[in-house]
Each structure stands twice: as C-alpha cells, then as structure tokens.
C-alpha cells in the first residue's frame, strides 16, 4: 500500500515560488504514473503535472507550462512540485496521486497542501 503525504505550501507574493514535496512510504514511486492536481474552491479538480514511472512521460496543463517542473527523487522516494512565477490564480490545494500505469484512474492520494498566492 503506498502512503503520500505533501508538504511545502505556503502563502506567497504574486512572482514568487514554492517547492512541494509529496514524501512516499510503502512501495517505490519510481514504479507507479504520478501526478500533481489541485482544487480552487468552487472550482473542478484539475490534473497540473504527470510523470510516468522512471521519469518518463512528463507532462504540463497548459496554464503552468513553462512554469512548473515535476521530478521525483528515486533515493528519497519523493515526487515534487517546482512552481515559478506563480500567479493568483495558481492558488488551490495542491495533492499529489498516483496510480499503477495499467490502471486508468488515480487510487492513492495525499491530504494535500495549500498554496495561496496574492495579486
């Protein structure tokens, strides 16, 4: 059973930015499809950034392209969240999910960590 718990959201200037981690215990993150979404209130969930496992397959929402990188760190069984030139509207609770890449949806998933950003 894999168990993912992020950190690293904070309330920050417009400009500005933040690291998230989505810290893995109970298997190895570089085996599964890993994903970062977030959720403004009021607002849909929204897929943000996917990896692949070994770090292959990346993949950006528009909206954060150029902005956002995703990595995982094998040794530390770590997946993260680069986030540059954040803008008011990057604000949201962040989690991190992932699933085995054979299976279509999302089945583990963090508590999340809130990101607000102002103007």
């Known amino acids: 059973q894999l168990q993912l718990v992020e950190s690293g959201g904070d309330s920050v200037q417009g400009g500005g930015s933040l690291r998230l981690s989505c810290a893995a215990s109970?298997?190895?993150?570089?085996?599964?499809?890993m994903g970062w979404f977030r959720q403004a209130p009021g607002k849909e969930r929204e897929e943000v950034a996917t990896?692949?496992?070994?770090?292959?397959?990346?993949s950006y929402v528009d909206s954060v392209k150029g902005r956002f990188t995703i990595s995982e760190d094998d040794v530390k069984n770590t997946l993260y969240l680069r986030m540059n030139s954040l803008k008011h509207e990057d604000s949201a609770m962040y989690y991190c999910?992932?699933?085995?890449?054979?299976?279509?949806?999302?089945?583990?998933w963090g508590q999340g960590t809130q990101v607000t950003v102002s103007s």
């Open positions: 109970g298997n190895a993150v570089s085996t599964y499809c």
């Open positions: 999910a992932a699933r085995r890449c054979w299976v279509q949806s999302y089945n583990y």
């Open positions: 990896i692949r496992a070994g770090g292959l397959g990346i």
